[in-house]
Every structure is written in C-alpha cells, then in structure tokens.
C-alpha cells in the first residue's frame, strides 16, 4: 500500500489538492483495490496533464509562433532549433515511467469487473501513446510495460502500428463506456477529476480522439481518413457545451497551478509570438485579451522569431496562464475543425463551411465567456461553400489550439499557417520531430534512434 501512495504523490506533482481529495473519495483504506483504481486514475490524470499542458506544449507552440523564447534555454536553444538527444530525455522519462507504465497498471488492475475505469485508463492511454508517437515517431508500446518480468530494452512499434493501437484502444474504451453501472464493481467518481465519472463525457472525448488520429491520417490516406472522421464525429454525440469539453484542471493554489502561469512565475523565458499576436490585432479577435497580457507600452506585442530577446512584449495572458485557468485537451470546437477540413477534403465545401464558422464562433465564447461580437462574425466566421479554404480551417484552428500540440501536428501535415522559421536557427527550418533520447541511444539496443530533428514521422509525407 505505501508503494501505491508513493507512485500517487510522484504523479500528483501538480497538485496540493491530494490530500483533500483522497478525503473526498471516501475511499476505505481497509479495500486496496479501491485505494489502487481511484489512486492510479488520480494520478495518471495529473500526469497527464503535466504532459500536454507543460514543457512540451510550450515547446511546440514555439514552433508554431504562439509564443516566443525571450532568455535561457528557450532563447538560446529552443528558438534556435538547437535541440540534441539531451535535451528531452526527462520528457521521455516521464511519459513512460511517470505516466503510462501507471495507466497500464490500471487498466490491468480494473481488470473485466470495473470496466468505467478500464474505459478512462485506455482513453488515458491512447492520449500519451499519440502525444509520444506524434512527437518521436516510432515508440516503444506492445513491448513497453514488461520491466517488472526483466524486459527493459523494449521494442519499437512502428508509427503506423500505433495509430492503429491508439484506435483499438479508443474503441475498446467506448465498449467499457457501453457497460451499465451494474456491470462495475467500482465506480469513478470524484477521483475523476476530469468528468467526476460521467461517462457519457468520456465516451464524447473517445470519439473526438478517434476523429483526431484519423484526420493526422491525411497525407496518408486522404479520403478514408476523412470518411472515418466523420463517421467517428457522427457517433461522438457532440453538443455545444463547455462542460463536455476534456480540460487540464488546476486548483490554483500550492503546486496545483496552471503549468503556464506556474512556469511564467518561476522562469518567465517566454513571451508572445509576434506572427500569433499580429494576426489576432489584424482580425479584431475578441479572445486577444485572454490570450495575451497588456505589454510593457499598455497594448499587445510579440517578439520576432529573429528578435526573441524583447521581453517588453506581451506575457501570456490570464485566459491560459493564470494559476487556475483550465486548459483545453479534447475539445467541441477542435472536433468541428475536424469536421470542416474532413468535409473540404471530401468536397463537401458547404458542410465544411458551415462546420467552420461553428468552431470559430464556439471558440471565441468559450474563451471569452461571450458571444462572438457580430463584426469579428462576419468577417472572420461566415464562410460559404465558394470561400472556404484549408488555409482557412487551419489558421483559424491554429488561433483556437493555442497552448495546445495539435497546431503543431497541423503545420506538419498542412504546411499552414505559412509561418517563417528563424533565420538565425541552428538550420533555418522548423523542426519536424524530437530527437530520440540519450538514454535510449545508449541503453537500449532495440530503439529506433533518431537524431535528425528534420526527419518526418511516418504521417508526415
């Protein structure tokens, strides 16, 4: 037992609320398989929410010019897309040790008598897995989680086969979500700190996941990936409402901070991208102010990516970077990108159009708290079937992700929004991929080692 609650408190890094919500679970401390499901799936929530909320997001959102590198590392290596196999070896560490090695443990401890959690953990899973293979290419997974039987050089599966494990998974989840509460010997509640166990909302957010991983498919496969998009849309039940959508949860106070505002706080190396900042003033977009903090002058800047040294530029704002702000994983409006895009690639333009302007808008009023104003509407959100465009649907997706990985994974496999990589880099080009981690070129014979930051992952043809 001891063990358990150590691994917990190692994964709940972010939060301080631990304590507090292991009284609020009630759970018996006599019961360890009831202590085991409502630890793991706490801590592996935490931990995936430090993996899509922190370093790597703002590392990819440098890239994609959200935000810009104005001191230490983020200046010097980051914004120079000066990147060796040291530089992530604590991501990968904690993708694996910190975090999915725990999600399979409990998806194995949920065994067939708790399906709901087996459904969360597998929806977990198929997060990190995509996070992992999106940003490293081929990944160690049917072989990964075998230490403890002496296996701890595992193989690497292919790109390809994930995405095809990541679907699997996904659907094997659904099938847990379709069970009854009888079916479940235990059942989440409020160690879920997502969904307080509502599985009709993880079911929704399985569904937009599939539509994901089947949309990244869009150089490979460009009409049957958006066919199963949308036929995995069609089944997702979406409704525009907030509270459906997956978000990072932050309590705001001790380490349960907003990893943005907790790293602006402690290192502040970062300040907004001038690409993302002048594109919003040029639009008149009503989510600026959220999005981006007041600049030393009293209005809104971002720094150059040749001129990422200009700290009087505008922090992140108190939208994504205050110490309680919600941050998006799995969201309405990123489904009706999807939507959209699909639709355009099949020719369905009025379909895509529509779909379009019903992301946007429901972008800017979740943001906001507001409906879109009616000028920034009309001229940025009522597309037609003969103006709808990809480098629409993309760039005005790149706005809506902000803080999120997507938009990377976007320009990689769209080549928009036409961004212009830092002529001062290391190479003038803006990487493709991670590189692999030291640890594993030294360790372990059986990876599949990558160094070259401008080799494509396998979707990215």
């Given at each position: 037992m001891?063990?358990?609650i150590?691994?917990?408190?190692?994964?709940?890094?972010?939060?301080?609320?631990?304590?507090?919500?292991?009284d609020?679970?009630?759970?018996?401390?006599n019961?360890?398989?009831?202590?085991n499901?409502?630890?793991l799936?706490?801590?592996?929530?935490?931990?995936?929410?430090?993996?899509?909320?922190g370093d790597?997001a703002?590392?990819?959102?440098?890239?994609?010019?959200?935000?810009?590198?104005?001191?230490?590392?983020?200046?010097?290596?980051?914004?120079?897309?000066?990147l060796?196999?040291?530089?992530?070896?604590n991501?990968w560490?904690?993708?694996?040790n910190?975090?999915?090695?725990?999600?399979?443990r409990?998806?194995k401890?949920?065994?067939?008598?708790?399906?709901?959690?087996?459904?969360i953990?597998?929806?977990?899973?198929?997060?990190?897995?995509?996070?992992?293979?999106?940003?490293?290419?081929?990944?160690?997974?049917?072989?990964?989680?075998?230490?403890l039987?002496?296996?701890?050089t595992?193989?690497?599966?292919?790109?390809?086969?994930?995405?095809?494990?990541?679907?699997q998974?996904?659907?094997a989840a659904?099938?847990?979500?379709?069970?009854p509460?009888?079916?479940?010997?235990f059942?989440?509640?409020t160690?879920?700190?997502?969904?307080?166990?509502?599985v009709?909302?993880?079911?929704?957010?399985?569904?937009?996941?599939?539509?994901?991983?089947?949309n990244?498919?869009?150089?490979?496969?460009?009409t049957?990936?958006?066919t199963q998009?949308?036929q995995?849309?069609s089944s997702?039940?979406?409704?525009?409402?907030?509270d459906?959508?997956m978000?990072?949860l932050?309590f705001?106070?001790?380490?349960?901070?907003?990893?943005?505002?907790a790293f602006?706080s402690?290192?502040?190396?970062?300040?907004?991208?001038?690409?993302f900042?002048?594109?919003?003033?040029?639009?008149?977009?009503p989510?600026l102010?959220?999005?981006?903090a007041s600049d030393e002058a009293?209005?809104y800047?971002g720094?150059?990516?040749?001129?990422?040294?200009?700290?009087?530029?505008?922090p992140?704002?108190?939208?994504?970077?205050?110490?309680?702000?919600?941050l998006p994983?799995?969201?309405?409006?990123e489904?009706?990108?999807?939507?959209?895009?699909a639709?355009?690639?099949?020719?369905?333009?009025?379909?895509?159009?529509?779909?379009?302007?019903?992301?946007?808008?429901?972008s800017?009023?979740?943001?906001?708290?507001?409906?879109?104003?009616?000028?920034f509407?009309?001229?940025?959100?009522s597309?037609?079937?003969?103006?709808i465009?990809?480098?629409k649907?993309?760039?005005?997706?790149?706005?809506?992700?902000?803080?999120?990985i997507?938009?990377?994974?976007d320009?990689?496999?769209t080549?928009?929004?036409?961004l212009?990589?830092?002529p001062?880099?290391v190479?003038?080009?803006?990487?493709?991929?991670?590189?692999?981690?030291?640890?594993?070129r030294?360790?372990?014979p059986?990876?599949?080692?990558?160094t070259?930051?401008?080799t494509?992952?396998?979707?990215?043809k």
């Amino acid at each position: 037992m001891k063990k358990i609650i150590s691994t917990f408190i190692i994964l709940c890094v972010l939060s301080s609320s631990c304590e507090k919500k292991l009284d609020e679970y009630a759970i018996n401390p006599n019961d360890p398989e009831t202590v085991n499901l409502s630890l793991l799936l706490g801590g592996a929530e935490v931990a995936t929410f430090a993996n899509y909320t922190g370093d790597l997001a703002r590392v990819t959102n440098l890239f994609t010019q959200h935000i810009a590198g104005v001191d230490a590392q983020y200046q010097e290596e980051i914004a120079r897309y000066d990147l060796n196999d040291q530089t992530f070896v604590n991501h990968w560490r904690n993708m694996y040790n910190g975090t999915m090695v725990n999600i399979d443990r409990l998806i194995k401890d949920s065994g067939t008598e708790n399906p709901h959690y087996s459904g969360i953990g597998k929806v977990l899973m198929a997060m990190n897995l995509g996070l992992t293979t999106d940003l490293w290419g081929d990944v160690p997974y049917s072989d990964a989680f075998k230490g403890l039987e002496g296996n701890i050089t595992p193989n690497y599966d292919t790109q390809e086969s994930i995405i095809t494990s990541i679907q699997q998974l996904l659907d094997a989840a659904i099938t847990d979500f379709d069970q009854p509460v009888t079916a479940n010997t235990f059942i989440p509640a409020t160690d879920d700190i997502i969904f307080n166990g509502d599985v009709a909302r993880w079911k929704t957010a399985a569904y937009i996941l599939k539509a994901r991983y089947s949309n990244r498919l869009s150089q490979i496969d460009p009409t049957g990936s958006a066919t199963q998009a949308l036929q995995a849309l069609s089944s997702a039940g979406l409704a525009n409402d907030p509270d459906a959508d997956m978000m990072a949860l932050f309590f705001g106070t001790g380490t349960s901070l907003n990893q943005w505002s907790a790293f602006m706080s402690e290192r502040g190396y970062i300040r907004m991208g001038k690409y993302f900042v002048d594109k919003m003033i040029a639009s008149n977009d009503p989510r600026l102010p959220f999005f981006a903090a007041s600049d030393e002058a009293g209005g809104y800047s971002g720094a150059g990516v040749s001129d990422q040294s200009n700290v009087e530029t505008s922090p992140p704002g108190p939208g994504v970077a205050s110490n309680d702000s919600a941050l998006p994983l799995v969201t309405y409006p990123e489904a009706k990108f999807i939507e959209a895009e699909a639709n355009l690639r099949l020719g369905n333009a009025s379909a895509a159009a529509t779909a379009f302007n019903e992301a946007v808008t429901a972008s800017v009023s979740r943001v906001t708290g507001a409906a879109a104003p009616a000028a920034f509407t009309a001229a940025v959100a009522s597309e037609t079937a003969g103006t709808i465009t990809l480098e629409k649907i993309i760039s005005q997706k790149h706005v809506a992700l902000f803080t999120q990985i997507e938009p990377y994974n976007d320009f990689r496999r769209t080549g928009l929004p036409a961004l212009t990589p830092n002529p001062n880099g290391v190479t003038p080009q803006i990487p493709l991929r991670l590189p692999s981690s030291a640890e594993e070129r030294l360790y372990n014979p059986n990876a599949t080692v990558v160094t070259d930051i401008y080799t494509p992952v396998w979707w990215d043809k």
